[in-house]
Structures are given as C-alpha cells and as structure tokens.
C-alpha cells in the first residue's frame, strides 16, 4: 500500500473516505454535535427514526445535520420487534427518501442488546423491499454470515453493550466476522476510548460508529478529532503490515533442553 | 398466575426497616466503591447515606450522561377528567370537596392537545379521575385513538385497570402508564383513602402488573411524598421499580417522587421532605436503577427543578394546566385543579432553562410506528 492510493470505504456502492461513522443522541446541543460531526469528519451519521421527525424541515437535529456533507442513515432503535423496525423504516423511506436504514432491533432498555432473530426476519424483509440495510449485531459470527446471505450491506457488530464504552470486549468474534464477511464489518456500540477504536481499525474493521464516547465526553468537539486520528491511524496500521509478536521461547523450562544437557 | 409483588412487600418492609435503622456511614461509604443492587436501596436512602450526597451526586451525574445522554424529555399532562368517587385526604380531585366537575368532550380534549402539541410538546400524559360512569375506560379510548396519529408519545394516569382494559389501551396507541401507589405503607394508606375503590391497596398494586402484562412500554410508578414515613416509602418504591423492571424486561421504569402540596380542605404532609432528602431520593433510584427514567413535575418549583436536571432527572413536565380544560381557558390557579402547580413558566422559558443547564430538550422521543396492531 502506498500512501497515496486511494483508500475507500465502500457500502453498497456508495464511497466513503472517511471510516468513521458517528451517531446523534446524547449531545448537550445540536450545535455542539454539529461542530463534533465536522471534527469527526465523518460522512455517514446515523439518527434515531425516535428522535427525530423526518416530516419537519424545523426538526432540531435534522437541522443540525448538514445532509450535503454528510449521508443521513436514519436508524431504527427503539424498535422491539421485526415488525416495529420494518414500519418505522417504511415511514421514514415515505417521508424523506431515503432507503438506507441502520436495523437495531432491541427489545430490552436495560441493555439494549439486539435481538437476533428478530433482526434477521426485518433484514430480510428490507432487503426484499429494496432497502440498503446496516444491522446492528451482536458479535455472532453465524448471525453475520446469515444477514450478508440475505443480502444485508455491512454487519455492524457491537464490541461491548452499548453506552458502556468497555472497548472491544467481543475481539475474538469480531477476528473472525472479518475473516469470513465479504460486506464491511462495523464495529458499532461499547467503544469507550479512540484506543478501542484504533484496535477494531488494526484487527481490521472496515469502518466503526461511535456515540456515546463523544456525546459524553467532557469535550465532545476534541474527542470527536480523537477518534479521528485514532480511525485513521488504525487503519494505516491494518494496511501497513503490522510486524506482529515476536513467539519468543519461554526460557524457564525448555522442551529442548535435553539436546545440551552432559550424559550422567 | 403470574408472579406478584404484593406478597413480598411485608417482608420487604420488615427487612427495610431494620437495615434503615441498621445503616451506618461506614456501610454506605463502601457500597459506593462496589457494583449496586436494588438491595441496596434501604443504604442510599438511609440518614447515614445523607454525609454521602455529593459523592452520589457525582456518581448519578455521570451514570445519568452515559445512559441518557445531556438530554431531558419533555411532557405535559392532558386532564380528561375530574370527576371521582374517591375521597383521598390530600387530593385536590377528592369526591368531598365542593369543585366544579368537569369531563371535556372529544373536541374540547382535541383542543387541549393542540394548545400542548402548539408549544412544541409531543409527549402527553393523559389524566382522570376514577369515576368510570362520569368518564370511563370507552372515552378515554376514544381519545386516545383520536391523539395517537399526532403525538410521539401517550401515556395514561388514570383509575387501576384490568389486563383486558389496558390491553385495550395498548391497542389504541397508548405506549405508557402511570400509576403511583403513593405510599407502600398499607396501614398509612387505609388511612388516608378511607371510601371508594381505591381504597384496595393491594388490587392497586396489581394494576401495574397488569399494564406491563398487556404490554405497556413504559410503567411509571412513584410514592406521594409527606403522607408516611418518607426513607421507608422511598425504599420500597425503588425495589417496587427494581421487581417490575426485571418481571418486564421489555418495559421501560419511570420513577416519580411527587410531594405533596396540599389542596384547599386537604391535609398538610405528617412527614415533610425537605430539598436534601428529595435529591437524596432522586440520586439513590438513578444509582440503583440506572436505566430509569427519573420524572420531576411542575408540582416542585422552578428554581429547584433547574438543580434537579444534573442530578439524574431525564423527564419533566412543563407549562402543565392540573384540571380538565386547564390549556384553552381556565385561570392557572383553577379550583378545579387536582394539584397547584409551582413551576409556572411557560414551556419556552423551561426550554431555554434547561438548555442554560448545559442540556438539550427532546420534544419527541417516541413514535407512532412502534405503537398498533401487530399482525402476527
């Protein structure tokens, strides 16, 4: 790789240069999220169906979100069951066009963990209905494999529970859905740190979505740049190479040693 | 039959009474270092925990913008009804006190809505008295259906219904209910609800069981502060939220810690909550309960309600009007009103207050397409 060959993201046929999606909740203004978006520079942003109203040119976030930067992914949290997701993203494609739809499917507050059956049966129906659909998973490698057959356009696996920003607690599922997928791994929920990040970029994640390590940090705008560097740097990481571990021998009881030892 | 918390209250109280006498500053310090369970509530809630508030506040403060985010729902309730046959010692809607009954008619709830809907608010709690034969389960209903296609978000407070009534409520796109014990202290509570239905302490309790059967997504329940003795009616309403919270995991917790203001011919609060206790209440339920939403009304003034907005709270009501008809006409401080109202700024000005708090305001946290009929 050299460091002047374009290196894109690319979900359903859409480019992106930059591998970082970002999400909208949580931010103590629209104007604060809009100046963090921009230091992301981010070019896919996700928004809650929940939160806003896609039917309102005044609607405060939607305002905040400059669509000619940024692609808008409405996404479907909230949603407990297939029926409720595939309605909402239904509504949303009437009201505004737009066909591409983040799929969360999470039928508990507590943890908000995605429900995976119920998640299969929505992305199969959207995908039926020409829909450009980015579920989010739990790191399950079968469940992934199933959602490309059926025709999904990324995985979006989450790395912790979402909000927890315990990092990349699922690495080992997640090793193996991007060995296995031929769409874009996202790794999507529990990134607490732009350190998390940077590993999920250098385990070689297309792309990851962050929110909530953002919106609550004490300076969203700086650690939106954070996240950043860290995406960018993580990448270059993956495509560069990287030396791996040395397998040094342990020295303390060799298996060999016998070869060396004097005859009694 | 399904599991019921009624049973487990004599022992809860038991248990909480002793662990409340029990805690000491030492017990409290060390629960704050460790993971928190509901178990925990006699502890946070206890005098001993009082030396601890800041260290909670912090903690609540934190654990409130990872969940939740730097954002506060709004919501206004929208009073059907006054008519009731009940005779509550501290309630302005009492069937003993001489008010003007009002039940407002399909266009006139229509109107009230609009007003509410007009400011910016998108969130509606609909309220009744219990008085099913002057304003019973078919109208509200109605109004319901009629509200749903315009709302983000519609929730009910009104009599104690059965699974079949509040099935029927779900299918009309009512997505909430609130239904506040007011106190867990039955020997208190027959005291002070001396005639009409809701009288049953323990068919009262049921109710909320049945709504999170019939699917409510979310359940709000809280304790009217100032009747009973207030560190005990806060523990067990925590642990009441915490049973119900794992018995429907499906359903969103809202917790309220209304105190009582009293009405004209009501009692005064035999226990009074000062600032410090309320806040203490608010901070243990977000560290115990750190997926609930915590619900402040317009019953406690501005100036604390803006304190409060850091500290845990997610959901306030603004600009309220507590009587049927309060939005389109009637003075503020309406006779008629089920409680007087404290904070009485108007919608923009508690939007601009929170928004100062460091906050955003969401007007819609809902929608429509979760709610209806499934078709499997």
């Not at chain 1, 739990?138 to 315990?166: F, H, K, Q, S």
Request: aromatic letters at 6%; one cysteine or more.
């Amino acid at each position: 790789m050299e460091g002047t060959k374009p290196d894109k993201l690319v979900i359903a046929g859409v480019e992106f240069s930059s591998r970082l999606l970002m999400g909208t909740g949580k931010f103590a203004s629209p104007e604060i999220m809009a100046r963090a978006l921009e230091a992301s520079g981010t070019e896919l942003v996700t928004a809650a169906l929940r939160r806003v109203d896609l039917n309102d040119p005044q609607d405060n976030l939607l305002r905040a979100i400059d669509r000619r930067r940024y692609r808008l992914l409405p996404n479907t949290s909230g949603a407990r069951d297939a029926e409720e997701a595939v309605r909402l993203a239904r509504l949303a494609r009437a009201a505004s066009g737009i066909a591409w739809v983040k799929l969360e499917v999470t039928p508990e507050p507590t943890h908000l963990l995605p429900d995976p059956i119920e998640t299969l049966r929505a992305a199969e129906v959207l995908v039926r209905e020409g829909f450009v659909v980015l579920p989010y998973i739990n790191a399950d490698p079968l469940l992934a494999r199933r959602l490309e057959e059926a025709g999904c356009a990324t995985v979006m696996p989450l790395a912790a529970p979402i909000g927890t920003g315990r990092g990349l607690k699922t690495r080992d599922q997640i090793g193996i859905i991007i060995e296995q997928s031929r769409v874009p791994v996202v790794v999507d929920a529990g990134l607490g740190l732009p350190s998390h990040a940077a590993e999920s970029m250098e385990l070689g994640a297309a792309a990851v979505l962050v929110n909530t390590a953002v919106a609550a940090a004490e300076d969203p705008v700086t650690m939106a740049r954070a996240f950043r560097l860290a995406v960018e740097a993580g990448r270059l990481a993956f495509l560069s190479g990287p030396m791996g571990e040395s397998p040094r021998a342990q020295a303390s009881s060799p298996l060999t040693g016998f070869l060396w030892e004097e005859p009694k | 039959m399904s599991p019921a918390f009624w049973p487990l209250l004599e022992q809860l109280t038991t248990d909480a009474k002793r662990r409340l006498a029990e805690a000491n500053p030492e017990q409290v310090r060390k629960a704050l270092t460790r993971r928190l369970t509901p178990a925990d509530a006699p502890l946070l809630v206890s005098e001993a925990a009082g030396q601890f508030i800041e260290v909670m506040a912090h903690l609540a403060r934190r654990l409130t913008i990872l969940r939740f985010g730097r954002v506060i729902t709004l919501y206004a309730p929208l009073y059907l009804s006054n008519y009731c046959q009940n005779q509550c010692l501290y309630c302005g809607f009492s069937a003993r006190r001489p008010i003007e009954r009002i039940a407002l008619g399909l266009e006139q709830v229509e109107q009230e809505a609009d007003i509410i809907l007009s400011q910016g608010i998108r969130h509606l709690l609909l309220v009744t008295g219990e008085a099913p034969e002057k304003y019973g389960l078919d109208r509200i209903v109605e109004a319901a259906r009629r509200l749903r296609p315009r709302v983000a978000s519609l929730s009910v407070e009104i009599f104690p219904c059965s699974l079949t009534d509040y099935r029927r409520l779900v299918s009309a796109g009512v997505d909430g209910l609130v239904l506040y014990q007011e106190t867990y202290q039955p020997q208190v509570y027959a005291r002070l609800h001396p005639a009409g239905p809701k009288s049953d302490f323990a068919a009262r309790l049921a109710a909320i069981e049945a709504g999170g059967e019939a699917g409510m997504r979310s359940l709000g329940v809280g304790a009217l502060l100032g009747l009973a003795p207030p560190r005990l009616d806060a523990c067990l309403l925590i642990q009441h939220a915490a049973w119900l919270e794992r018995r429907f995991p499906r359903s969103r917790l809202a917790i309220s810690f209304p105190r009582l203001r009293p009405v004209p011919g009501g009692i005064e609060a035999e226990h009074p909550v000062d600032d410090k206790l309320l806040v203490q209440f608010i901070l243990a339920a977000r560290l115990l309960l750190p997926d609930a939403e915590i619900v402040v009304s317009t019953r406690e003034p501005a100036a604390l309600r803006d304190r409060l907005l850091g500290l845990g709270v997610t959901r306030i009501s603004a600009g309220s009007r507590t009587s049927p008809g309060g939005y389109s006409g009637k003075a503020m401080d309406d006779h008629a009103g089920q409680f007087f109202t404290e904070d009485r700024r108007s919608v923009s000005e508690v939007i601009q207050a929170v928004r100062a708090a460091g906050l955003d305001v969401a007007l819609k946290d809902f929608d429509a397409a979760f709610c209806g009929e499934k078709s499997t």
